[in-house]
């Protein structure tokens, strides 16, 4: 294994706010100074690789933004030496270039974040993540179709004479003769939410354990098991204890896609197009949601057929699963340094920027693992290399196991600068109110006296709207940045929320004016999806550093699924009963979307482009006016 002990020096002192010194701990280096780490890494290396071709990837690393340049160390030769210009060291010939044509090209394609630059191994780990996105959305719109029907079937409610369901229970058995008032609203709102909290509680989390130990891609072959096992149990229930635990399973499936597909994607792509391809996420959520409405009409008589063939999108991902190379980063964290060179020379079209990102992530680890040293009572940080200090606390990043990591989380500032921001794009996400409209739809309709014809055909136009107007994100996220896509997203929700719910209670009681709710509906899905539907989830994945990124996320998710499974368990609550029921419920989720803005405005801080992993995990996340480092002079 390498060694790690060259980071930061004794002595050293770096500015936290410069986030470039995490994504490039080396970019100050002189050439000298370079070339001397590039040979002591070279040395701890037990792997076939070319010292000259290590090298000019370090240099090209050093020189990303502008490949040709001199160094701006070496003005002058020194006593013989050639002048750098164009080569990495003295020794190569003097018509050696930094890189041949072939690799230039190769690197100017990736430059340019064009799809083009994506190897074939690239592409099928983009095509899996996809898959499992897909198997997120249609498991999250299964059960709306089946809420339809399955309440009724598995008798925890009867039908009325204008065929809505009456929410009162029988006591276990199927004699109508013994009722429990409001008993059957309380086990459907439940049914509904335990995905959620399931996917809070225990899928977020078991994926740090299991990416720990395992790896990514066994993280998500357990999570893809969940997602094919949950549909087909679901689909043979025949009492709502059995559907309650398949949607159990589903929902530890859901938590585990959640927390580790993001990673995946944040450690592979290259950061020229990471940011774009990271949309893919929430992207490919709304053509599962889409899909999975489109079953739901084709099969609207039969609720069993509507929880059951979600699982066809977890089979070709099983299969993938035994395809896709481990994550390079993952790798050279356990110090499989061999393993993650094989694994860059299948993901970068030329072995010169393997080479380089081999390079460039040690060196990234190896900072982000030196010790955070705070200097009691003067609210400074200082990046030092430090053993022990009697007026220190020091504080090890590199944890090694789960119940380590998770405190480190709260008690190193820079990782609470993370939660704090990844919760906060969470937390905004649920409070803009979309889940009222696409997981509980069907049932909000129903109680309007919607009929369930023209139900599902609205839940089909609300999906492909979402699907649409989340692949928009593609063109937007690179142009205006995260931060300004989720606050402009924010920001417009708050009178299309007020505009709805006024509408839909325009008749008091009565069946609202379509005419009126559904353009204002389709409008507010479609100024939802490249905000505060794609940001948080792509947020959450680049904002944790490298060792705490599989429980920094499982962090995020859990927020977002807690919030998610709340909002389902009390919405059906909510509108069971009262006058003017959606213009107070929509009207308080005006509310908690402005409130969401604000935290968003003070909280969410960074790079609105991230060049590389490293530019997310700056002192820059966090409000400005209240958690902002200095460095310690």
């Known amino acids: 294994m390498p060694d790690t002990k060259h980071g930061p020096s004794q002595g050293d002192s770096y500015n936290p706010n410069d986030h470039k010194l995490f994504d490039l701990p080396f970019k100050n280096l002189s050439f000298e100074d370079l070339n001397e780490r590039i040979v002591k890494f070279y040395e701890h290396l037990n792997i076939n690789i070319d010292p000259d071709l290590l090298k000019r990837g370090a240099y090209l690393a050093q020189r990303r933004e502008n490949l040709h340049d001199e160094d701006p160390q070496r003005s ?90 009456l929410w009162h229970a029988f006591d276990g058995s199927k004699s109508q003769n013994n009722l429990h008032p409001d008993k059957g609203l309380e086990l459907f709102s439940l049914v509904n939410a335990i995905t959620y909290f399931a996917a809070c509680v225990v899928g977020a989390w078991v994926t740090d354990p299991l990416t720990y130990v ?39 499936g859901v938590g585990a896609k959640s927390s ?72 050279m964290k356990k110090g499989r340094y061999g393993e993650a060179y094989k694994v860059l020379l299948e993901l970068r079209e030329t072995p ?49 196991n789960f119940f380590e990591r998770v405190p480190l989380l709260f008690f190193i500032r820079r990782n609470f600068r993370a939660v704090v921001a990844s919760s906060v794009v969470m937390i905004a996400q649920q409070f803009s109110g979309i889940n ?16 369930d014809s023209r139900n599902s055909w609205f839940n089909f136009g609300f999906a492909g709207v979402n699907a ?38 325009a008749n008091g009681n009565g069946p609202p004016h379509l005419g009126a709710v559904i353009p204002l509906v389709l409008i507010f899905v479609a100024i939802y999806s490249p905000g505060a539907g794609v940001v948080p989830f792509m947020y959450a994945a680049e904002v944790f550093p490298q060792d705490f990124r599989e429980v920094g996320m499982s962090w995020a998710c859990s927020v977002n699924f807690a919030f998610a499974g709340g909002l389902a368990m009390a919405v059906p609550q909510f509108t069971s009963s009262g006058t003017h029921k959606y213009r107070k419920l929509l009207g308080a989720f005006a509310g908690l979307d402005a409130l969401a803005a604000i935290l968003v405005w003070l909280f969410m801080r960074g790079p609105e482009r991230a060049d590389s992993l490293g530019d997310m995990n700056v002192s820059k996340l966090t409000c400005a006016h209240c958690l902002m480092l200095s460095t310690d002079r």
């Open 436 to 451: 009222i409209f696409s997981f509980l739809a069907t049932t909000i309709l129903q109680e309007s006296g919607i009929p």
């Open 352 to 400: 010169l920027q393997a080479a380089r990102d081999l390079f460039l992530i040690h060196e990234q680890i190896d900072y982000e693992r030196s010790p955070a040293v705070l200097k009691d009572g003067r609210g400074r940080l200082t990046i030092s290399k430090q053993d022990s200090d009697s007026t220190v606390i020091t504080l090890q990043q590199g944890a090694h």
């Open 260 to 331: 580790v597909v993001p990673v995946i994607e944040s450690e592979v792509f290259q950061p020229e197009i990471r940011g774009r391809l990271l949309v893919s996420w929430q992207t490919f959520v709304a053509v599962g949601i889409f899909l999975g409405t489109s079953s739901n009409l084709i099969f609207h008589d039969s609720w069993r057929h509507q929880i059951g063939i979600a699982f066809i999108p977890a089979v070709p991902l099983l299969c993938l699963c035994y395809v896709i190379p481990e994550s390079p980063r993952w790798l």
């Open 468 to 505: 649409i107007a989340s692949g928009l994100t593609y063109f937007l996220i690179d142009r205006f940045g995260r931060r300004t896509l989720l606050l402009t997203s924010l920001a417009l929700m708050f009178p299309f929320l007020l505009a709805c719910g006024f509408a839909m209670d």
């Open 76 to 165: 002058e030769p020194q006593g013989g030496q050639q002048k750098i210009s164009h080569r990495l060291k003295d020794s190569l010939p003097l018509e050696e270039r930094i890189i041949t044509e072939q690799e230039d090209r190769a690197v100017n394609l990736e430059k340019s974040g064009a799809f083009k630059s994506l190897t074939k191994s690239s592409i099928i780990i983009l095509v899996t993540c996809a898959l499992g996105a897909i198997a997120q959305g249609w498991t999250q719109e299964s059960i709306v179709g089946a809420n339809l029907q399955w309440p009724i079937a598995l008798h925890i409610a009867k039908n009325s004479t204008d065929g809505t369901a």
């Open 214 to 252: 395992k790896g990514r891609r066994f993280a998500l072959l357990c999570a893809g098991v969940c997602t094919l096992a949950g549909p087909i149990g679901a689909s043979y229930c025949n009492t709502w204890v059995q559907l309650f635990f398949c949607r159990f399973i589903q929902g530890v």
